[in-house]
């Protein structure tokens, strides 16, 4: 698409209605809601785990709660406390949600409904997720040489899927793995020192935590905190899709991924791949569409995904089954990576202007649209406030969730077609363009400083890693000070950065790094080739990016994807 520049037009920031800026002159409750996500992880049937969501009345006003209730949860395997009636400004309570793992195998999700009296969020849904297994007596011990079920690595069945090709050439039946002597043998250069092996790999550290969109999370973030990866890097497995692989999502774990279609002719495909053994679980779903774009997001036991043309479509996260499909209104190409959370799913197009679109995750119906200048690239980051997208000449917007009220705009002196992915971090959002990336107040869009980074920047505590050319480099947000650079050498970082745990992970063409978040220093180095960057220009293959969840990271290479 080419760039053209007209004048902007000049736009007030609206606040729909009220006086709802920081002179807020009437007393109202406000609720945030903490997380908005929660992944049991997988569970032998009986088992019990609790986790909890966080309310907080961040308003001036009594909140008052008028319904916390399950939906969708269609074998009972979710219950939830009830909060107080009503929560007084500035206080919080916390709800416990327990899932209790049905005795028959199978993937749970529900959604969580809390409502209230809140100014900006009176229905916020939390989505659930978790799986019950069947009992495997040798999960976690050593193999001691001896072979597990059906002669299978790893303690796992292949639930009677070929994996012949994917193991780069190493037979799962007792053979080894990547040359490596299964029977107490050190694999690919790792001490075993005793433990089992998982690929050849030392275990993963489970977590339970999901990835649910471009960038981990709704708020493209690049981070997974609460995930350990064992180091140094090692291959657990790679599945070849036959064509340029998108970003993944993780939940539940499954591993779903959109490929580049192998076939004559242009369109594209949805795969769920096991996150254990990277073998095919359903798919590939053909996503049709213009050119070799798609992309994808998860919430609540739903996958959407949307291709080039912008034809959108929801399937059944356990089965693949379609549950809805429909084409977004008023406009033919799409390159926005959508994002789903709290029963909506946000996304923008483009053809004639642009359109950002909220649409009812359940049946896939416009709950509504705004128009933009102008609509590409621009993957929609969340929160329980905003949703906020920008576009080329960083013309930005920030809209209300629920209502696609227009919060703010960030005008300036040009627009036209192209844009970039968005991060939203600690009430700022992140732009990235042509005329300077700015960091903006994600309650007025004004203007709160600037960045230099050619990938949208990962966030921790109080530093973002940045891609400015060969290095990683860790920023203060406060001020921007440099803390630490990691050089790469004569390589160009060519992927964002993602934050696993204590890990920044990057890579170049040939080497697949972990950095140390508190200094920098390198932790392991992996060679692969192949690694593929990310692409917000052109429709030609899916958006690439890493994701990582539940221990484990899993990265787009060549024509498919790799598990470490």
């Not at 917000?536 to 470490?564: C, H, I, K, R």
Request: a negative charge.
């Amino acid at each position: 698409m080419r760039l053209s520049y007209v004048p902007a037009l000049v736009a007030a920031a609206w606040l729909g209605g009220c006086n709802c800026g920081p002179g807020l002159s009437t007393a109202e409750a406000d609720l945030q809601v903490v997380p908005l996500s929660l992944d049991f992880g997988a569970h032998e049937g009986g088992a019990v785990r609790s986790l909890a969501v966080e309310l907080t009345n961040t308003g001036r006003a009594t909140l008052t709660l008028t319904r916390v209730a399950l939906e969708a949860d269609a074998r009972g395997a979710f219950t939830v406390s009830q909060p107080p009636a009503t929560l007084a400004a500035g206080s919080s309570v916390s709800l416990t949600v327990r899932y209790a793992a049905p005795m028959m195998e199978g993937p749970d999700g529900a959604s969580l409904l809390i409502e209230s009296d809140a100014r900006t969020a009176p229905q916020v849904r939390v989505s659930l997720a978790g799986r019950s297994v069947r009992a495997t007596p040798d999960a976690g011990d050593a193999d001691a040489g001896a072979p597990d079920d059906a002669g299978l690595d790893a303690g796992a069945p292949d639930s009677g899927v070929d994996d012949s090709g994917v193991d780069a050439g190493a037979d799962d039946a007792g053979a080894d793995d990547a040359g490596a002597d299964d029977a107490g043998a050190p694999d690919a250069g790792v001490e075993d020192a005793g433990l089992p092996t998982d690929g050849g790999c030392f275990p993963r550290v489970p977590s339970g935590t999901s990835a649910v969109a471009y960038q981990v999370d709704i708020a493209h973030t690049g981070a997974a905190p609460s995930d350990v990866l064992r180091l140094p890097l090692c291959r657990r497995w790679q599945r070849d899709l036959g064509g340029a692989a998108g970003y993944p999502v993780v939940a539940g774990g499954r591993v779903y991924v959109v490929s580049r279609t192998n076939q004559a002719g242009y369109g594209n495909l949805l795969w769920a791949l096991d996150q254990h053994t990277g073998n095919i679980v359903w798919g590939p779903v053909d996503l049709g569409g213009s050119y070799w774009w798609a992309a994808l997001a998860y919430d609540a036991g739903r996958v959407f995904a949307v291709n080039a043309s912008g034809f959108m479509r929801a399937v059944d996260a356990a089965t693949g089954a379609t549950l809805w499909a429909r084409q977004l209104p008023g406009q033919y190409s799409c390159d926005s990576p959508p994002t789903a959370t709290n029963g909506m799913v946000y996304t923008g197009a483009a053809g004639s202007g642009g359109t950002v679109y909220g649409l009812w995750a359940g049946d896939g119906g416009v709950r509504w649209t705004r128009p933009v200048a102008n609509g590409n690239t621009s993957s929609p980051a969340v929160s329980t406030s905003g949703v906020y997208v920008s576009y080329a000449c960083n013309q930005a917007w920030g809209f209300a969730p629920a209502s696609g009220t227009q919060l703010w705009h960030h005008t300036s002196t040009c627009s036209g077609g192209g844009g970039k992915n968005v991060a939203l971090y600690r009430g700022r959002v992140y732009t990235r363009d042509f005329m300077g990336n700015l960091v903006l107040d994600a309650a007025t869009g004004a203007e709160l400083g600037s960045y230099s980074s050619r990938f949208i920047p990962a966030f921790s505590g109080e530093v973002m890693i940045t891609t400015p050319g060969t290095t990683l480099r860790a920023q203060s947000l406060d001020g921007g000070a440099i803390v630490w650079t990691f050089d790469a050498g004569t390589e160009f970082i060519s992927t964002a950065p993602l934050i696993v745990g204590a890990h920044v992970i990057a890579a170049t063409s040939t080497r697949l790094v972990a950095v140390n978040l508190g200094d920098g220093s390198l932790a392991s180095d992996f060679a692969v080739a192949g690694v593929r960057g990310p692409d917000e220009q052109n429709v030609s293959t899916p958006l690439a990016g890493f994701a990582a969840a539940d221990g484990m990271l899993f990265v787009p290479v060549g024509n498919g994807v790799e598990a470490y």
